[in-house]
């Protein structure tokens, strides 16, 4: 289980995250959803130690997940990748590897074998010799989505995920989602959208600095709490 207790982050003396807590059990998607600025990736962050946190506990396996950092993937949002960075298709899911064969020896044959599998799963194997940089946005994605499958993680983390993408990405990264749920790992997905993908969430976070509110779509969807996170913007698209 993944248990995530009053998290709040601070930048500069400004309260990105306050009070967040929640809890998910194996074989569960997470959703996390809320306007820009929510904190949503902030959140994310936060739970994997990649920011400072102002106060909260972070557990996975009643254990610190800061100790447990390896049976982590954690895809962020495209915005903060380098897409300009030389490296291949193939080095970037390699890179998942690493962390159990180190950089500077020969990746093992069972790593070779896990990486292209993992770019097979996601139909990026042809392409594996390509500079990240020269494939289309779904394409990129897809490589990240193979890149965290490769680490063979217990629990995974997306960040915006379904931005910019086609819908052969998005069929295939539902399906990896699903199979990765029948396969008992925990599943934490941002998504600032309120599409399809809300529908095979588990749970639902709906976050504005704070969580406004938390459990299945319909408790969490209710015209109240989209007002009290979105503001009247929402009311905006609805028209
Ligand atoms: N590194 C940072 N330094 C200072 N402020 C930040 C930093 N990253 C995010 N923020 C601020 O924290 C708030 C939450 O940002 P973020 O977590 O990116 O929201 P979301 O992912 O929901 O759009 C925003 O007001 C943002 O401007
Ligand atoms: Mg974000």
């Known amino acids: 289980m993944l248990e995530v207790e009053h998290l709040a982050v601070n930048y500069r003396g400004v309260t990105a995250v306050e009070d967040v807590s929640f809890r998910s059990l194996p074989g569960q998607m997470v959703g996390v959803i809320g306007p820009n600025g929510a904190g949503k990736s902030t ?5 994997l130690g990649l920011v400072p946190i102002s106060s909260g506990v ?23 990748i380098d897409w300009d960075y030389p490296i291949t298709v193939w080095n970037v899911v390699m890179m998942a590897r690493t962390v159990h064969t180190g950089w500077f020896r020969e990746p093992s044959k069972p790593s070779q074998e896990i990486v292209k599998e993992a770019l097979a799963r996601v139909g990026m194997l042809e392409l594996r010799s390509r500079q990240i940089g020269e494939l289309s946005g779904g394409q990129q994605q897809r490589v990240f989505l193979a890149r965290a499958l490769a680490q063979q993680a217990e629990l995974l983390f997306f960040d915006e995920p379904f931005v910019g993408i086609d819908q ?5 990264m539902f399906d990896v989602f699903a199979e990765l749920k029948l396969q008992g790992k925990i599943l934490l997905v941002v ?6 993908a809300l529908t095979k969430c588990d749970q639902l ?23 009290r996170a979105y503001g009247d913007s929402v009311l905006l698209l609805n028209r």
Not at 168 to 172: D, N, V, Y
Not at 213 to 224: H, Q, R, W, Y
Request: charged fraction near 25%; aromatic fraction near 4%; charge should be positive.
């Open 43 to 47: 959140m994310v962050k936060a739970i």
């Open 58 to 80: 972070v557990k996975f396996r009643d254990r610190s997940l800061k100790q447990q950092l390896n049976s982590v993937a954690y895809v962020p949002q495209r915005s903060q």
């Open 168 to 172: 052969k990405t998005e069929a295939i």
């Open 191 to 196: 998504t600032h959208d309120l599409g399809t």
């Open 205 to 227: 976070l709906l976050l504005n600095k704070q969580i406004i509110a938390t459990g299945s779509l319909k408790e969490v969807m209710t015209a109240d709490n989209i007002q």
